[in-house]
Structures are given as structure tokens and as C-alpha cells.
């Protein structure tokens, strides 16, 4: 390629010699407006922010924010610090007091805030350097605290940087100490109150600052009885007092006294919690780890038959509402746990698609780990991030599990059925988003034997489902294309209540009706969804066709029982007999329509001539069209269930269609006098 081609029709200038070329002058960068130039950005622009005055400047990076829930990780603060020393063992009770003016008091009868001067500040007590500096705190120390609610050090100093007032009583010594602060800063020294030879411990009296959270901002009595119960549940060994002012009982209904002693510890919680729903297995698994202090846990689970379930989990009594490490233990746990019992009764290939999600729907748990220098996700303390953690949970729940599960059979095959349930409705539920996802550009995929209609929208349009495909060619050959599908179906369609959910998702005639109608099935159900008005089960006039329209009455109760009350589904009346009689011919539904029409209608004026038809696919096309699908000529039969008959009705499909054959037998006994053409075998 020349020169000239690559440069577009200019000749290429020859390269240069290379010379030592002169460095390009330097080009000042822009200067945006407003800002200061180099000659104004000296050391004196750099600002430091002393003590807790980062905190009160950007209060969201140390308690995620200023709204109501933040103010009351205040709260969560002052008492995780008492509840660190009941799990530590030197403190048996904890005292919540809300005041009138909005003032709350924490107290336990721990070991007292030391109060001797600090090493590094020999001028400060420990208090002091405790309350006013970030990153200063007992719980680095293990052998102070073998188990805390957090290690970030910034807890206590945080509620000093956002209260208005603090007021901090220790009883230490035999001797009553206090010291008080305001907004970060120090408002008193430490003084000595006098004597108290029978007391011990730490009082923490607080206001939330309404510079930080808004005028008129106040902490909840209801939510502050709500954490503080939650604490007693989560540590067996300790007690809590609740006292409120008369004042905010009413307004917020709690009461104006309360002791929380849970000696259960989280079976009583989650007692509490699901207040006697019915269960998937019973009794519901609880347990705790062995040993104290480091990796000991705790937890409480139930599966709900019938309601949403929940994950509380909680490291050190702190709770993670955004769960972590330690949930994911007990998720993988439960999921090993019930496969390899699945193993042991020779189920493990039903139980090879269950997955953490499908053990953990609906289920209700409850986990508290006690782990040493945990590490946290923010400092609100909402993921737990201890690696660790996952390990500990994951050994220790498994094992129990294991006993739980082998020491009830029954109820552990209960429990790996409703897992295997969930397991088949979220594939299902998968493959029907699978169709669902289809754009407009590509056509919806329809099974291959639909003859739609070109009717674009559900009003007026019908499906006719019919049995074969000679009865389906008739059907295509007698509808209106504009506002008729038809949907031949291959022998008689499987009997949804007494298959299980894997054989019914395997058969293809269901598969190919539930993608023609477009709406899915049981709780994923749309009947905006719904492709057509009308749901027509045409099959033929014997007992065959009778059978067939039964079991697909039967698919619509179970699947779909909204398609029926919403009014979609209908029985076509096709005609068995044609009655001829001259010119004149007259169609019969049935032996007693045919005896009627004999006497009412064509009244012996002449020969008959009667012949039965053996099947819609033998009836002519016009035949079928003027008889059963023409709207102007036909019958249909709305299939309804009046509310008041749906408990009987779901009974009888169960006697008659279920799968206890011994039940339709009785249905027979009972009926067998009804049948006038019974024959002695």
C-alpha cells in the first residue's frame, strides 16, 4: 500500500532526523472559580478537628446517619456496655429508666468505670479519657472483656459527642463518683459524692442533642422497651428492669414497670415471637453450643407452615440486622444437615436441588454468637464480618442438627418434603419467568400444537381445549381465527392430585397448557397475565371426554383456582346424537336429551334417523361449528364454586381425584344404589 493510500491522496512527508528536541513549556492547569489559588493554600487551610468534633461535624460515619433510628444506637450503645459485663459475670442486673424529660438512665452493677488516673493521661481519670476520646475503650483489651459488642472503641464517646448532656454515676471503691459532659466536652471534674458501701457499678444518664437530630427529637419508650427486653433474651444469666414516667405510659403503651428474666434465652424469645403458629416439624430446634466465652453460641429455629419467616442474628448481644459470617454458618449447616439425612432414607436424589434459600423459606431463626474481637461492617455494627465465625456456627449447628434430625424420622422426613416442595416451586417458578422475560420483538414461545388466534389482546378471545388431534384438525376448521385458539392435547392430561410435584413438572401436556395460557400457576398466578377471556374445555359427549373434562377441571382447582373464581373457565356442550328427520335435523346433548327431543320435538310425524357421533374429530367441520362454536348457537357451562361450597368441594376432588383410592371405593359403595344397570361379575 502506498503513501498515498494511507493518507488519503497526500504523500507521506519523510521522518524527520531525530534531534534533542526542547522541553514544551509548562502549561498552567485551569483554576475552577470560587477556589483559592497557590499563593492562598498554605498549611493554615489544613483544619483540626480536636477530640469529638469530628463526630458532631459528621455524625452519619459513626452511627449511620441522624434520623430516628440513629438516635437510638445511642441507646444500643450505653447498654451494650452494661451487657458486656453481665456476660462477662460481674454484673446480675441492668436497670432501664426513661424520665419525663426525655433523659434515659442505664445502670448495671458491674465493676464500676475505672476511675484512677490513665497511664498515657495522668491528669484524667479513666472516665474521662474513656467519655472523650475516639478509639479509647476497655474492650481492646482481652483481658478485660473476653467477649465484647464491638472493638471499635468509639462507643460511649459517640453518645457524649451527640447528647446534649451526660451524667455518668460509679460506684466503685465503696465510693459514689460522678462526672458530667456536654456535647464531647468535659462540663465537670470528676467529683466524689460520698460513701456507698453496698453498691457497685456504672449509671449512664443521657439526652440526645437536638442540634444533631432536630428539635423536639426524643427517644421512643416503646422502642427503647423493645431493645431492652430483646437484651434479656439474648443473655439467660441476666435481669432487666424497666422503669418509665407516668407521663409517656399512655402515649406509648408500656408499662410503667417490667423485670425481663428469660432463663430459656431464645427458645422463650422465638416462643414469643411466632406465638403459636402452626409448625412444618415440631418441636422446634434449639440448642446451644458447649463451654463459655469464646465461639459459644446459641439459637432457636422453626419452619412456619403457614407465614413468613425471619433471621435475628446477634454477635456479642449486639444484633446484625444485615446479617454476616455467622448466618451464613447456620444456612450452610441446615442445608448438610438435611441433605445427608436425605442420604440416610435413600432420598438424596430429591433432595439433590434444595438449595440454602429453600431450607431457609419461611423458616424462623434466631442466632446469638459470642466471639472474641469480632469485626463488624460500619459502626453501627450491622454485618458481622469475623471470618471465623462462619466456621464455629457451621460445626456446632450441624452436628446438633444431625441428632435432631435422626432422633425424629417422621418429622424429619416432613421437614425434607416441605424443603423439597420449596425447591420444586422456585424452579418452576424460574422456568415460568423464563417466559415471562420474552419481549415484544420475540414472540412469546408457544408449544407447537396452539393454534392461536390473531386476536393481539385477552378481551373476547377463547381457547378451546380439546382431547387429540383429530379432534383438534375439526376444531381449527370450524373456529373464528380472529378471536378462537385451539390446543390439542395428547390423551388424557395427568391427574394433578395425586402426582407429585416432580412428575407434574415433567409432563409436557400440563407445560404446554400452563405456556399457552401465560398467567402461571398457584402463588405466581397473574390474571392480568391470562391470554384469553375464555378457557372452553371441549372434549367429547361420553364418558371418556367426561373423564378427561374432570381432570382438567381437577388442573384448574389445584393450579389455578383463581382462573375459576375470576370467572374464565367453561364446559363446552357438544352434541352426542343427530336426529334426522326429512329435511330437518336436530342435535341432542345426551340419551335423555335424544328421549326428549323424541317426544317433544319431532313427536313421531315420521322415520327418524339417529346416528351417534363418535368423537368431535368425526363430526363435520359445519357440524361442529354451528353446534359448539359458533357464539350465537352454542352452550356453554360456567365451571363456579359459590364460596360457601369451596371446603366441600375441595373435599370431593380430593375423595374422588386424590390419591387414596380407598376413598373413591367408599364413594361408590356409598352410590351403588343409585346405578339401576349394575351386573353380576
Known amino acids: 500500500m502506498s503513501a498515498e493510500d494511507l493518507f488519503g491522496g497526500r504523500k507521506a512527508a519523510p521522518a524527520p532526523t531525530p534531534t534533542k528536541a526542547a522541553a514544551p513549556a509548562a502549561r498552567p492547569a485551569p483554576v475552577r472559580a470560587g477556589t483559592p489559588g497557590e499563593a492562598d493554600y498554605t498549611a493554615s487551610s489544613i483544619e483540626v478537628l480536636e477530640g469529638l468534633e469530628p463526630v458532631r461535624r459528621r455524625p452519619g460515619m459513626y452511627i449511620g446517619g441522624t434520623d430516628e433510628t440513629a438516635m437510638h444506637h445511642l441507646f444500643a450503645e450505653v447498654i451494650d456496655n452494661s451487657m458486656d459485663e453481665a456476660v462477662a459475670g460481674h454484673a446480675t442486673f441492668i436497670e432501664v429508666v ?83 459532659f456536654s456535647r464531647g466536652a468535659v462540663t465537670s471534674g470528676l467529683q466524689t459524692l460520698g460513701p456507698a458501701p453496698n453498691k457497685r457499678g456504672t449509671r449512664v444518664r443521657f439526652f440526645p442533642d437536638e442540634q444533631i437530630f432536630g428539635k423536639g427529637a426524643r427517644l421512643k419508650p416503646a422502642r427503647i422497651f423493645k431493645m431492652a427486653r430483646s437484651k434479656a433474651y439474648l443473655f439467660g444469666g441476666v435481669e432487666i428492669r424497666w422503669k418509665c414516667a407516668p407521663s409517656l405510659i399512655e402515649a406509648s403503651s408500656v408499662p410503667a414497670e417490667a423485670v425481663f428474666h428469660f432463663p430459656g434465652g431464645l427458645k422463650d424469645y422465638l416462643d414469643q415471637d411466632i406465638g403459636g403458629k402452626e409448625l412444618v416439624a415440631e418441636p422446634m430446634f434449639t440448642g446451644k453450643s458447649p463451654g463459655k466465652g469464646h465461639g459459644s453460641l446459641e439459637w432457636a429455629i422453626a419452619w412456619l407452615s403457614r407465614d413468613d419467616g425471619f433471621v435475628h442474628s446477634y454477635c456479642n448481644t449486639v444484633p446484625t440486622p444485615d446479617g454476616g459470617t455467622h448466618e451464613a454458618g447456620l444456612r450452610i449447616a441446615l442445608l448438610r444437615a438435611l441433605k445427608d439425612h436425605a442420604e440416610r432414607v435413600g432420598q438424596s ?76 416451586d422456585r424452579m418452576r417458578r424460574r422456568a ?195 353446534t359448539t362454536m359458533d357464539r350465537r348457537r352454542r352452550t356453554l357451562l360456567r365451571i363456579a364454586v359459590a364460596p360457601e361450597e369451596r371446603e366441600a368441594t375441595a373435599d370431593a376432588v380430593e375423595r374422588l381425584m386424590g390419591s387414596k383410592p380407598e376413598a373413591r371405593f367408599q364413594f361408590i359403595q356409598e352410590r351403588a344404589a343409585l346405578s339401576g344397570d349394575l351386573v353380576d361379575i
Not at 462507643?155 to 462526672?179: F, H, P
Not at 420474552?438 to 377463547?462: F, I
Not at 382462573?563 to 352426542?576: C, E, M, Q, R, W
Request: aromatic letters at 6%; charged letters at 30%; hydrophobic letters at 40%.
Open 98 to 180: 426513661m424520665e419525663a424529660d426525655g433523659h434515659v438512665a442505664v445502670t448495671d452493677n458491674g465493676r464500676g468505670f475505672p476511675i484512677d488516673p490513665h497511664p498515657k493521661f495522668p491528669k484524667k481519670s479513666g472516665l474521662e479519657v474513656a467519655m472523650t476520646t475516639l478509639h479509647a475503650g476497655g474492650k481492646f483489651d482481652s483481658k478485660a472483656y473476653e467477649t465484647s459488642g464491638g472493638l471499635h472503641g468509639v462507643g460511649v464517646s459517640v453518645v457524649n459527642a451527640l447528647s446534649e448532656t451526660v451524667e455518668v454515676d460509679v460506684w466503685r471503691n465503696k465510693t459514689q463518683y460522678r462526672q458530667t
Open 432 to 626: 415460568e419467568k423464563d417466559v415471562a422475560r420474552k419481549t415484544a420483538v420475540r414472540r412469546l414461545r408457544l408449544p407447537g400444537k396452539l393454534a392461536d388466534c390473531s386476536n393481539s389482546g385477552a378481551k373476547d378471545s377463547e381457547l378451546f381445549i380439546v382431547e387429540g388431534d383429530s379432534a383438534g384438525g375439526s376444531a381449527k376448521q370450524a373456529r373464528d381465527r380472529a378471536t378462537q385458539a385451539v390446543l390439542p392435547l395428547r390423551g388424557k392430561i395427568l391427574n394433578v392430585a395425586n402426582a407429585g410435584r416432580d412428575k407434574l413438572a415433567a409432563n409436557q401436556t400440563i407445560s404446554d397448557l400452563i405456556q399457552a395460557l401465560g398467567c402461571g400457576t398457584g402463588a405466581q398466578y397473574k390474571d392480568d397475565e391470562l391470554r384469553y377471556e375464555r378457557i372452553i374445555i371441549m372434549t367429547d359427549a361420553d364418558v371418556d371426554g367426561a373423564h378427561i373434562a374432570s381432570l382438567l377441571i381437577t388442573f384448574f382447582w389445584r393450579q389455578m383456582p383463581k382462573l375459576i373464581d375470576n370467572g374464565h373457565l367453561y364446559l363446552a356442550v357438544p352434541p352426542l346424537y343427530r336426529l334426522t328427520q326429512g329435511a330437518k335435523s336436530v342435535y341432542a346433548r345426551d340419551d335423555a336429551d335424544k328421549e326428549r327431543i323424541l317426544k317433544s320435538v319431532l313427536n313421531g310425524r315420521g322415520k327418524v334417523e339417529i346416528s351417534r357421533f363418535k368423537g368431535l374429530g368425526e363430526m363435520p367441520m359445519r357440524v361442529l361449528k354451528d
Open 349 to 424: 436424589k430429591r433432595a439433590a436441588q434444595i438449595t440454602t434459600d429453600d431450607v431457609m423459606a419461611s423458616c424462623a431463626a434466631l442466632i446469638s454468637v459470642f466471639i472474641r474481637e469480632p469485626e463488624f461492617q460500619g459502626q453501627n455494627k450491622s454485618r458481622l464480618m469475623t471470618t471465623e465465625a462462619s466456621r464455629i456456627v457451621e460445626n456446632a449447628v450441624r452436628d446438633a442438627f444431625d441428632h435432631w434430625l435422626a432422633e425424629r424420622p417422621s418429622q424429619a422426613n416432613r421437614l425434607l418434603d416441605w424443603a423439597v416442595e420449596r425447591a420444586e
